[in-house]
C-alpha cells in the first residue's frame, strides 16, 4: 500500500502511521518491520523511517531483536496489571483536583463525549468509541490542572489504546457495556459526588481489567 506524505515532517508521518497500526493491531507483537520496505512504501528514503522506528523503540512499540531486526513488541499481562494499577491511583488523584475546580461548562463537556460513547457504541463504531472514551478521560485530567500528570496521562494513553485494540473486540459482547460504564462517573460530577465518582471509577477500571482477562484491584 503506497502512502502520501504531507505537512508534517517526514519522519512525523511515518512515526504516526506506524504508531497508529501497532496500536490498532493492524501490526500485531512480533511482527517484523523491514526499515527498506517502510521507505520504499512512503518513497521516501531510509533515514526518516530510521528515526521514526527510534522514537517507536522509545515508546517500547518496537524492539530489536537479534536475527530478525525491528519486530512490534509484545505486552506481558504483568505490564498491563502495572498499567492499570498507576493508572487508578494517577486518576483518582486526578478526579480528586477535577472536583476542586470543575466548572459547569466542563461537567456539561465530560456529558457530551459520554453521549458521544453512547452514539458509538449503538453503531458499534470501535474508533469513533475509543477517541470518546480518551477525549472523556482527557478532560477529567484537563481540569484537574496538573501538567506533569496530563502529560503522564498523554504517554500512559498510547499503551492503554493498544490493549484496547489488541482486547476488545475478543472480550467486548457489546461495545455499549463500555458506554454505560462511564454513566455512574458523570452523574456522579454532575451531583458533586467525589467518593460516588472515585468508586465509579474503580469500577470502570475493573471492568477494563476484567475485559482484558486481569483480576480486579480490590
Known amino acids: 500500500m503506497k502512502h502520501s506524505i504531507v505537512n508534517k515532517s517526514l519522519s512525523a508521518q511515518i512515526y504516526e502511521s ?5 496500536i490498532k493491531g ?3 507483537p512480533g511482527d517484523r518491520i523491514v526499515e527498506l520496505e517502510v521507505a520504499k ?3 521516501v528514503s531510509q533515514a526518516p523511517v530510521r528515526e521514526a522506528f527510534l522514537k517507536l523503540a522509545d515508546e517500547e512499540l518496537v524492539v530489536s531483536q537479534r536475527n530478525k531486526g525491528t519486530v512490534v513488541s509484545n505486552i ?3 505490564e498491563m496489571d502495572e498499567l492499570y494499577g498507576f493508572r487508578l491511583m494517577m486518576e483518582e488523584m486526578a478526579i480528586k483536583r477535577a472536583f476542586e475546580r470543575m466548572t459547569e461548562e466542563d461537567v456539561k463537556i465530560l456529558e457530551d463525549f459520554y453521549h458521544e460513547m453512547v452514539q458509538a457504541g449503538e453503531n458499534n463504531d470501535l474508533d469513533s468509541l475509543r477517541i470518546a472514551d480518551v477525549n472523556f478521560h482527557s478532560k ?5 490542572d496538573h501538567k506533569f500528570m496530563r502529560s503522564v496521562w498523554d504517554t500512559l494513553v498510547s499503551k492503554l489504546n493498544r490493549i484496547w485494540y489488541l482486547t476488545s473486540q475478543m472480550y467486548f459482547t457489546h461495545l455499549s457495556e463500555v458506554a454505560s ?3 455512574p462517573i458523570v452523574k456522579s460530577f454532575r451531583a ?3 467518593n460516588g465518582c472515585i468508586k465509579a471509577f474503580v469500577n470502570h477500571v475493573n471492568y477494563e481489567k476484567k475485559m482484558s482477562g486481569l483480576r480486579a484491584i480490590n
Open 26 to 28: 493492524e501490526l500485531q
Open 76 to 78: 506481558s499481562t504483568d
Open 18 to 22: 506506524l504508531r497508529d497500526q501497532i
Open 181 to 183: 460504564i462511564h454513566e
Open 140 to 144: 477529567i485530567y484537563d481540569m484537574a
Open 192 to 194: 458533586d459526588d467525589l
Open 41 to 43: 512504501n512512503f518513497g
